[in-house]
């Protein structure tokens, strides 16, 4: 068994990889887990736990049905928390509403329900997480840092390609394995 998802991989440019160091700094005295550049990504869809077989069959059945979905860009504005300010569990850019990132997500879905009972639990929030977090000391600061942040464009990326991953846990935190690459049209 893998531990897998479908998604977006998210190359850093120079505003955003400005604007990620600018938080780092901001936030250095918080015990916060940044992620990896390399690993940025935006999650379409969590599978899990995941034989071989499914996993052959998740390749194929996203290869013929991501073949007509065209590429796309998308814009990454304002900064954001999961769960809340008050606790918050991660920290993440948020994606501006995107017609046709909804499309992708629902053909995506569609895609893998055909193949079982894949259900996402949570309601899709395009972001990129880029720390993860316990507690922060600092509300204060972490919640001027989303005002800073509200309604800024951080960078514009061009969607042409979707990533199936495996992800493996370590101590140092997951490892993103690509399992195969779906070009958009």
């Not at 869809?45 to 077989?53: A, L």
């Not at 390749?59 to 008050?86: D, H, P, T, W």
């Not at 309601?123 to 600092?138: M, N, Q, S, V």
């Not at 942040?149 to 199936?164: A, G, R, S, T, V």
């Amino acid at each position: 068994m893998k531990r897998t998802f479908v998604a977006i991989k998210i190359e850093v440019f120079d505003k955003m990889e400005i604007l990620i160091n600018k938080i780092k700094e901001e936030l250095k005295d918080e015990k916060i887990r940044w992620v990896d550049f390399k690993n940025l990504h935006l999650t379409l869809f969590f599978i899990g736990d995941t034989s071989e077989d499914l996993i052959h069959k998740v390749r194929k059945s996203l290869r013929a049905n991501l073949s007509n979905i065209e590429g796309f860009n998308l814009n990454c504005e304002s900064l954001g928390v999961f769960r809340n300010i008050y606790c918050p569990r991660a920290i993440w850019f948020g994606f501006k509403d995107s017609v046709k990132l909804q499309i992708l997500k629902t053909v995506i879905d569609r895609s893998l329900k055909e193949l079982g009972d894949f259900n996402e639990e949570r309601a899709f929030k395009p972001h990129l997480t880029i720390g993860r977090t316990k507690d922060i000391k600092d509300k204060d600061k972490l919640k001027a840092l989303m005002l800073d942040f509200e309604n800024l464009k951080i960078d514009e990326f061009q969607i042409k390609e979707i990533i199936f991953y495996e992800s493996i846990l370590t101590s140092k935190g997951a490892i993103y394995k690509e399992i195969d690459k779906f070009q958009l049209s």
